[in-house]
C-alpha cells in the first residue's frame, strides 16, 4: 500500500513540473480502488478458508463413497485413523455393513471412515489379497491395524454382526476409544431405541 501512494505523489508532483496538474480526485479514486481491490482478495481468501473448514467439518463424521481408489490409497497413507470398506453393493452382508459403518462414522468422527466397490479397487483388491467381502481394513497413521473379513469379529461366529459387535471389536484393535462408546450409547440410549435387528442378512 505504502508503495502505490508513493507512486502517485511521485505522479503527482510530476504533473506539477509538467504542468499538466493532474486531478487530485481521479488519483484518490485510484487509491479507493487499490483499497477495495485489497480488501477483496483479503475477503475472498478469509472465505475460502472458512469454506474448507466447512468442508472439512462436513466430510467428518459421515461414510464417504469413492469411485477410484487413488484417494482411497492417500486417505489410508494420511489419515491419522481410518476404516476402508471393500464392498459389492448388490451384496446383502456389504450393504449392512455400510449401514453400520455409518453409525460408526457418526460416533467416531476422528475417524475417517470411507467404503469402495471392490471392482473400482483392482490394485488394492490384488495387493490386499481381497478374496470375502465385506471387507474393512483399519490403518492408524498409514499402517494396517486390523482386517475385518466378513462378519468374523474373532468373538461371533461369523453369520451376523450387531453395532455393539463392531464396536467392541474397532474398540479392542484401538480403532475407537471406550470413553467416546460409553458417551455415544448414552445418548442413545436417551434418544432411540436400539436399530440392531436387521443385521444377520446374508450375501
Known sequence: MEGTDSELVDRYVQS?????????????DEVDDDVMARHRERRIAELQRQFKAVDSAAASGRLTTYTDEKPVMELAASSPKCLIHFLSPQFARCQTMSALLERVAATHP???????DAASAPFLVTRLGVKVLPLVVGYIQGKERCRLVGFDTG???GDSLSYQELEAYLVRWGMVTRSSVRKVTRARDANSGDDDSDSGLDM
Open 16 to 28: 506539477k513540473h509538467d504542468g499538466s496538474d493532474e486531478d487530485i480526485d481521479a488519483l484518490l
Open 110 to 116: 476422528d475417524v475417517d471412515v470411507a467404503q469402495i
Open 155 to 157: 468373538t461371533n461366529p
